[in-house]
Structure formats: C-alpha cells, structure tokens
C-alpha cells in the first residue's frame, strides 16, 4: 500500500522504515531536506513540497502527520489544501482529542477523511511495533488496515482475514470508536504513564534511602530525629534489584525493563538532572477527569510531582520558608 509521510523525526522516520520493510510505498516530506535524502536512500519516495508529496500519492490519497501537537493544525491546513474528496489525513501525534474533533467536523465539510491514531512504542517500535489506538470514520480506517497491521507489534495480515468489527487488539492495533477516540484513549495511557513512572521512581528512592540509620544526623531544632536507626541500615544494590523484580514479579513491565537498564547502566543516574517534561497529555487525563468526575488521585499526583521536578514548586517552597522564619525564626539549614 503506498502512504505518505510528514514529520521526521526519531518516531515518523522509525515507521516510515518499518513500513518500507513491510512492503509499503512511502512517500515523504520534512523541512529538513536531510530528513527525506536519509530515507530515500532506504528506499522511500522523496518530496521537496507539500504539493508534492500529495500530487505522488494515488487516490484516495493518504497523508499520516507524525508531529508536535503546536503545529499539526497548520501543517493539516497545508496538507488539507491539495487534497480531494475522498481523502485521508491522519494524526499519529500527540493531539488533545478536543482538537481531532473539531477536525473532523471540519474537514467533513470539504468530504476529506480524518483519522487520530494515538501512537504508543518510542524509540523502541521499529523492532517491536507500535501500539495503535485509532479513532475515525469506519470506511477510512478499514482502508488503512495494512498499514496499521504493519505498524503494530502482530505483523502483517491479509485484510480479508480482518473481522467486520474489526477486532484487532490482540495485533496491537485497535478502532476505538468516531474521530477523536484514539487519543482520548492515548491521552489516558499516557496519564497512567505518569502514573507507573511515578511510582517506580518514588519506590526506588525510598530504596536508597534504606541506609539512612548509618548516616550522621544533626540534633537540631531544625532536623527530625530518626527514632530508630537500627532498622535503616541496608545498603541496597538499586540495579540488582530491579533486574531480579523483572522475573517473575507482579511489577514486571517493560517501564520496568526500561528502569532497570537505566540503574545498569548509570547506577547513581549521574547523567540526568532530575528535571521531568510533560507534553500535555497527563494535564488533558486530569482535565477529562474533572469533567466527568471520575477520581483520579494517582494520575493528578503524578502529573504535579513532574512540575515540581520543573522548578514550579520553587517561589511555593520560599514562601514556605519564610512564613516558618516569620512565626517562629526558623532559619534555612544549606542545601547538602
């Protein structure tokens, strides 16, 4: 099947290789010309325009935009512009659903498909496949079935093999309902993302601080007392720990995998700050989760533990310390 592709960057170029090696006829285009020349050279179709990358696609023609949520609407206009009834644009970036809503409406005005495709795999998914959570117009996601099959992580498939409800899950892949509904459902992964990144984080901290008996600790006014060093004398091996809970543990996971890499790799993780981004997806869960009143403590406590790591809690902590200066003359101890 032939498709094109915008956006080409570590996750766009990863699929557009995956598809090559499926068997597919990629069409690419990225502002950056060495971008396109790389994949060329793979085998993909180069285009140096909007117009052309969509001018060297068959009807219906079909564009997938694979990049950040701030410009997929422009780039969407651009792409939307040299299209004809009948076509279809897909978004495999991280967009608010909000968004792929009102593109739907109003690319259904012009007769031109739309199609969100929540995108899950990273780096890692030319090799393991990509988990795909789609939302769209049931006509429009049928016809891409061999490239979702390509993508996600159960291969290749004949369409005619593909039910009419279209029950693709255990591939990796799966219509989850209108437009809009592949990154609701992304938008929620992602917030239980957080989640479980949070967790295991918070675990391992309390982990290496399981010597804290064995450290000398000041006896001050402005030092809590460790009331029983004696039961905080371990001095824990952080990666030999996270290996041995990937087999066989109830918290084994990829993430995990992932983590105990990291601690193999870097044990006092020496090469990161410590500073957490979030793109916009755990703001979104907890948005949606205010308006439907669902409780989600976990999800939103992990969401503000990563602006706190962005120094957002920083005037909040002064003014902490000052209120504790101003009622009781407490002075700041210095920063260890």
């Known amino acids: 099947m032939q498709i094109g592709m915008m956006g080409l960057g570590r996750m766009g170029a990863n699929m557009v290789r995956r598809l090559l090696r499926g068997g597919h006829e990629c069409v690419v285009y990225d502002i950056n010309p060495a971008s396109v020349a790389a994949l060329v050279a793979e085998g993909a179709v180069g285009a140096a325009s909007v117009e052309e990358l969509v001018s060297k696609l068959a009807k219906p023609a079909a564009v997938w935009l694979m990049l950040p949520a701030a410009i997929t609407d422009e780039n969407l206009e651009r792409v939307a512009a040299h299209m004809v009834p009948g076509d279809i644009i897909i978004d495999g970036g991280n967009s608010f659903y909000h968004d792929d809503v009102d593109r739907a409406e109003r690319l259904s005005v012009r007769s031109l498909n739309y199609v969100d495709v929540g995108t899950s795999g990273g780096v890692w998914g030319l090799d393991r496949g990509y988990c795909l959570m789609i939302g769209g117009p049931d006509d429009a996601v049928r016809h891409l079935d061999p490239i979702f099959a390509t993508l996600a992580p159960g291969g290749d498939i004949d369409p005619a093999d593909v039910s ?128 439907t009143g669902v409780p989600v403590p976990v999800l939103s406590s992990a969401l503000y533990q990563r602006f706190t790591s962005q120094g957002e809690a920083e005037f909040g902590d002064k003014l902490l310390s000052a209120m504790r200066f101003a009622f009781g003359g407490h002075h700041e101890k210095p920063k260890s």
């Not at 982990?207 to 008996?213: E, F, H, T, W």
């Not at 001050?220 to 029983?228: F, G, K, M, V």
């Open 164 to 291: 009419e409800d279209m029950k693709t899950a255990d591939r990796g892949y799966l219509h989850c309902g209108p437009s809009g509904s592949g990154h609701f459902v992304k938008m929620v992964h992602n917030g239980i993302e957080y989640g479980m990144m949070a967790a295991y984080a918070e675990g391992m901290n309390l982990l290496k601080s399981a010597n804290a008996g064995k450290a000398a600790r000041a006896a001050d006014a402005e030092t809590s007392p460790l009331q029983q060093p004696k039961y905080y004398q371990f001095d824990l091996d952080l990666p030999a720990i996270a290996e041995v809970w990937r087999h066989g543990s109830v918290v084994s996971s990829w993430l995990l995998d992932l983590t105990a890499g990291a601690l193999k790799a870097d044990p006092e993780l020496a090469g990161f700050s410590g500073r957490v981004s979030d793109s916009g997806e755990g703001r979104w869960t907890v948005k949606a989760a205010i308006d």
